[in-house]
């Protein structure tokens, strides 16, 4: 059995060994930290990885650390990142902790004598950064560039400068990417971006030099209540171009993909929910179920729909709206029991994710406290499929390298020889 | 009363306009801006942390309240100042040095300021010294310290033992964040551990020797 054919027997709900991530997304990775220690400890080359995801500071899983890992997924990366630059035009950088990395040539960090590094956007470093990574920190977070707000002058065209088709150099990278993966052996996990509503780590726009609309955090969440029409007409406009993107994407990609990444907009805090089931009804589902059913009409795609949190209450809609895959999974968040989500939903979504707790045990656990987690979740997640192991959310900079290990020794044993 | 009662609900729901016009007509009425503040606002925004505490509102609706009592306190405070009325209680609060993430921090801030405590918000990234030294600045009773990342895990225990060897003694210390477990806040030393700041007013009240 391939590992594409592992992931698809996991997305169709039959038993079978347990499919694995690590890498495919930005959502399913490793810190570039853990990335080196992990090649260093399977004794892989040693070289400066690759920081494909520079807002989380994401390393690349190359293919060898794929197989280590026993990874059945491989990306279909695409061209941006979180900042507007391309991920092309790599050179060598040395991170506040002292690891040398690649980085693509619009990473022109500013760093200053307190040790806090500033990103910006599209690499101009003429215009306000818009990422800020704090002395002694491992990742980057956005900065708040929200202009005065005139209630009278709020156009929600400002809120869609970031939507917009898919352009020549985009649709040439595409083709490039499944000439790379076509014929993989693994599963290939995509996205186009622009397919999510309202993720709130994105609402900021580090990727834009000159931020307009409603930018600051505090404010979109203050629009979802007194700003409902502005929200809808940004969603709505952004849903025609995803739509027309996606029949562009699917021509290029067809049956390459199995996997769409659709959103990563949180639903879920640690113990409820960031808007109530009748907002979700009201405000996002509609827009979702375009997304889902034009996917499920054209392609064989799974769409993949990412929420932290305590999201219990609201699966049943993700259901409902078309979704066939949640990550992560956040088993540590309120309401969220393996054993019970999976008798509830295991047998209508497929859950990519909660193979391993990252806020505490995989970073702060033994391996021997990891690995009696990881085989909890396998028994509780795997039985008759419904199930892609992968750790709940990227895995952390300063996660013991031997946890990692001892996660994936863990994962091997449960699935015992494969043919 | 029955003003103060409509300004508590229109506080509870986030009525901004309402809310100011409540309070100005209580004002002109008469009514002492402390009476305004102690038996208008802050039973509002104690419904508000109830709701929230039982998943009856969420983050959008509770940031739209705290922003109608923010208007309110607006009108209120110079009179407040006037009077050389303070609140009871002086609170420090910020995010733990290394981590820029401060909405559940902002939420515990507003909770707080909603209960007429005096908050002094260090803001994000904030170094043990800075807690020390705002702490002892303003005599406060409490100092809130929130971390997203695991990462920062361990400088909010630094900051405790730093807070701790301070000499600091009616000062109690309250932990809080995504990552962050009662396990946590008691292997670290931390007097309290809010998991949301619904809570985050009683377990502050408790801390500080009042009946919640």
Redesign the interface.
């Known amino acids: 059995m391939t590992s594409r054919e592992k992931i698809q027997r996991a997305l169709a709900h039959q038993p079978g060994p347990v499919a694995v991530d690590f890498g495919s997304t930005g959502l399913t990775s490793f810190h570039v930290s853990c990335v080196a220690a992990l090649r260093e400890h399977y004794g892989l080359p040693r070289h400066p990885v690759k920081v494909t995801e520079p807002f989380q500071m994401l390393g690349e899983v190359e293919d060898d650390l794929a197989r280590a890992l026993g990874s059945d997924c491989v990306a279909a990366n695409g061209r941006g990142t979180m900042f507007g630059f391309a991920n092309e035009g790599w050179h060598e950088w040395r991170t506040p902790w002292g690891q040398e990395v690649l980085v693509p040539a619009g990473f022109r960090p500013r760093v200053e004598t307190s040790g806090d590094v500033y990103l910006f956007p599209e690499g101009d470093t003429t215009v306000p950064p818009s990422g800020h990574m704090p002395a002694n920190g491992y990742f980057f977070d956005a900065i708040v560039r929200q202009e005065p707000i005139d209630e009278d002058k709020l156009d929600p065209a400002d809120n869609c400068e970031e939507f917009k088709p898919l352009g020549a150099e985009d649709i040439a990278h595409w083709r490039r990417e499944f000439d790379r993966v076509r014929g993989e052996t693994r599963a290939v996990v995509a996205g186009i971006g622009g397919t999510g509503f309202g993720d709130i780590a994105l609402v900021p726009a580090a990727f834009l030099k000159h931020p307009k609309g409603i930018r600051d955090i505090s404010e979109w969440y203050v629009s979802l209540v007194e700003r409902r029409d502005y929200i809808h007409k940004v969603f709505d406009f952004q849903c025609e171009v995803a739509l027309k993107n996606l029949a562009t994407f699917a021509a290029l990609a067809g049956d390459t993909v199995d996997v769409l990444m659709v959103c990563g907009t949180d639903f879920g805090t640690q113990n409820s929910q960031f808007c109530s089931p009748a907002t979700f009804d009201e405000l996002y589902a509609p827009y979702y179920r375009r997304i889902n059913d034009w996917v499920h009409a054209h392609t064989r795609w799974k769409t993949f729909k990412h929420s932290c949190g305590a999201v219990r209450p609201l699966i049943d809609r993700f259901i409902g709206v078309g979704f066939d895959i949640l990550n992560p999974v956040q088993c540590s968040a309120k309401d969220m029991d393996p054993v019970r989500l999976k008798a509830d939903f295991g047998d209508r979504i497929t859950f990519w994710g909660g193979g391993v707790d990252t806020q505490r045990t995989l970073p702060f656990g033994t391996p021997a406290e990891v690995r009696a987690e990881v085989t909890e979740r396998l028994r509780a997640f795997s039985p008759n499929g419904g199930f892609v192991f992968n750790t709940i959310h990227n895995t952390q900079a300063r996660t013991p390298v031997a946890n990692i290990v001892a996660m994936v020794d863990a994962i091997r044993d449960f699935n015992g020889p494969q043919p | 009363m029955p003003l103060l009662t409509d300004l508590s609900a229109a506080v509870a729901a986030?009525k901004r306009i309402d809310t100011i016009r409540i309070t100005q007509e209580l004002l002109a009425a008469g009514t002492s801006p402390q009476d305004v503040v102690e038996q208008g606002l802050v039973p509002g925004m104690a419904n508000v942390g109830e709701l929230?505490r039982r998943?009856e509102?969420?983050?959008?609706?509770m940031?739209?309240a705290a922003?109608a009592m923010k208007e309110a306190l607006k009108l209120l405070e110079p009179l407040l100042a006037k009077a050389g009325i303070k609140p009871k209680y002086t609170v420090v609060i910020g995010t733990v040095?290394?981590?820029?993430?401060d909405?559940g921090k902002?939420l515990v801030a507003m909770m707080w300021k909603g209960a007429n405590f005096a908050v002094v918000d260090l803001g994000t990234?904030v170094s043990a010294d800075r807690y020390v030294a705002a702490a002892r600045e303003h005599n406060a009773n409490v100092v809130g310290l929130s971390a997203l990342?695991?990462?920062t895990m361990p400088a909010m225990k630094e900051t405790v033992r730093l807070l701790k060897e301070a000499n600091l003694p009616n000062v109690k210390i309250m932990v809080g964040g995504?990552?962050i477990?009662q396990a946590f806040a008691d292997e670290i030393g931390a007097d309290g551990y809010s998991?949301?700041a619904g809570s985050a007013v009683n377990i502050a009240l408790k801390l500080v020797g009042e009946a919640a």
């Open positions: 986030g929230f998943n509102i969420f983050v959008p609706e940031l739209v922003r040095q290394g981590d820029l993430h909405i902002n990234n990342l695991t990462t995504a990552p477990t998991a949301d």
